[in-house]
């Protein structure tokens, strides 16, 4: 029920950032063929569409200043942009992707859910963006017709010592505004789960699973169609600097080349640059904490007879350790893997931000994790739970031991491999997985505003993460209804 969505990835919408600023040339590319259902746009066969050329910008209307460059285009970059134009009517947005897509990586790659809110300390931004995000995102599928669907949740204690943490959830979950959420005796849970083995369980109705990635790129259309935003693709930042005019000119290449150079010039930058944002901040004067320490997490799926084993997201309780919430059944409706029951992730150290295999090394990213203080006095405090991770990972009758915690009907022969992802994770010098989003306000000659912790449930928050994104920089950078525009 779902095609392939490839608009931004040779869509003629889509422009290759100028070598300088007096040229802009359109990305040239076929026009929007296989677009999912419900963005809006309708499907044509890929094999029936016709090649039309770039239209070339006339000069007079040529961006030479945007008012704001967003750095990442994922779906919190993304959704930024968008915030940005639909606040102010005047402002003109560039968003800069080194992928040749967007929402290539952690937007792309993750579970799925609709977080509904129950996980986060009441008080705290994460807890706030989380119930908000989670009410935006739902008005925002079902205004642009995108695939979701309020399938709810299971969290299911095993164990009586697990039942205490439940109603820690509950509680917290009430004063974080959370609807609906429901203690279960073990009778209950058959009754909704008949395969779960519980002797209780949180029941949360109000959470969902949707795309991400479709959700992302439909963000970025709202920004092309728009009129006042391009969205950049192939264009890895390698320098920012600060030009006369206070003017900041963001200077990338192609990923993994040396040339030709290309620059967008802008009165202001956000950077939102997920697994590199320590590095992109650390370009645009940014502090060089907090470090990005990267989780891999390996998913498997039911083989097709099986999906029906539940229907609901079941999630065990947190583990505490710091490490993501652990293996979950989740049911999924992707664009790009289509409708699956899928069986994860891991929470695996990765040795590479960008790898998606536990073979994937890059020294740089290796060197990076032994400067992180806080990961290392977290793994010397959990090294059951740090090496338990890894071995669940290389084995899949470990990991699947976890997964038979909560359906002990699962067996190996039931599933089969799937996807990975890479989640970006902050720790506090505690040894303590931040549990926060953090922005850096005021960087680079007070130009710039990097958001620097985005982690789970930022896909579901994205939209309120934008409203407060946005806030700050209207904040520090005076912007006012009337900002933005040529300036004469």
């Known amino acids: 029920f779902l ?32 677009v999912a259902l419900g963005t809006g ?76 809110g129950m996980y ?16 935006m995102m739902y008005e925002y599928c079902e205004k642009n017709n995108i695939p979701h669907k309020r399938i709810g949740k299971l969290i299911v204690a095993t164990t009586d010592d697990e039942v205490p943490i439940l109603k820690t959830l509950y509680e917290r979950g009430n004063i974080n505004g959370v609807q609906g959420l429901e203690l279960l005796n073990s009778a209950q849970v058959r009754e909704l789960e008949p395969n779960v083995a519980a002797v209780a369980a949180l029941h949360s109705p109000n959470t969902g699973i949707v795309d991400y990635g479709v959700v992302a790129r439909t963000f970025a259309r709202d920004v092309v169609e728009s009129n006042r935003g391009t969205v950049y693709l192939d264009f890895n930042v390698e320098n920012f600097t600060l030009r006369p005019d206070n003017t900041v000119r963001v200077t990338g290449c192609e990923l993994g080349q040396k040339g030709p150079k290309k620059h967008v010039d802008a009165r202001h930058v956000i950077t939102c640059a997920g697994l590199q944002s320590d590095r992109v901040a650390g370009l645009a004067g940014g502090s060089s904490t907090p470090r990005i320490v990267p989780f891999r997490g390996t998913y498997y799926q039911m083989k097709e007879q099986y999906r029906g084993i539940v229907k609901r997201n079941i999630y065990p309780v947190p583990s505490g350790g710091g490490i993501p919430v652990g293996v979950h059944f989740t049911p999924t409706v992707n664009e790009r893997r289509g409708e699956q029951m899928i069986v994860g992730p891991g929470a695996c150290l990765a040795f590479s931000r960008e ?15 032994v400067r992180s203080y806080g990961l290392v006095k ?45 989640m970006a994770q902050v720790f506090e010098d505690t040894g303590k997985a931040c549990a926060e989003f953090i922005f850096e306000r ?3 000659h007070g130009t710039t505003l990097h958001v620097r912790n985005a982690p789970s449930p930022a896909c579901t928050a994205s939209l309120a993460i934008a409203r407060e994104v946005v806030d700050q920089a209207a904040a520090d950078f005076g912007w006012t209804a009337s900002s933005g525009g040529p300036k004469a």
């Open 378 to 422: 977290f793994a010397l405090g959990n090294a059951d739970l740090a090496f338990g991770e890894m071995y669940r990972d290389l084995n899949k009758k470990a990991f699947l031991a976890s997964a038979q915690k909560l359906v002990p009907s699962v067996t190996e022969d039931m599933v089969e491999e799937s996807f990975a992802g890479v």
């Open 120 to 135: 986060y300390v009441p008080g705290s931004t994460m807890a706030r963006l989380c119930v908000q995000g989670a009410k």
């Open 442 to 444: 005021n960087a680079f």
């Open 355 to 369: 790898g998606y295999s536990f073979f994937d090394l890059s020294l740089k990213d290796m060197l990076s994790l």
């Open 3 to 34: 095609t392939n969505l490839s608009f931004l990835q040779g869509s003629s919408l889509f422009f290759s950032p100028p070598a300088t600023t007096s040229t802009m040339f359109m990305r040239l590319g076929a026009t929007v063929c296989g």
């Open 41 to 116: 746009l309708s499907y044509t066969n890929p094999a029936q569409c016709a090649v039309r050329p770039p239209t070339l910008q006339p000069a007079e209307n040529k961006v030479e200043v945007y008012d704001v460059c967003v750095v990442g285009g994922g779906i919190v970059g993304l959704a930024t942009a968008r915030e940005v134009i639909n606040r102010f009517p005047k402002m003109r947005v560039a968003v800069v992707e080194k992928e040749s897509e967007v929402a290539h990586h952690q937007t792309g790659h993750n579970s799925g859910v609709i977080h509904a």
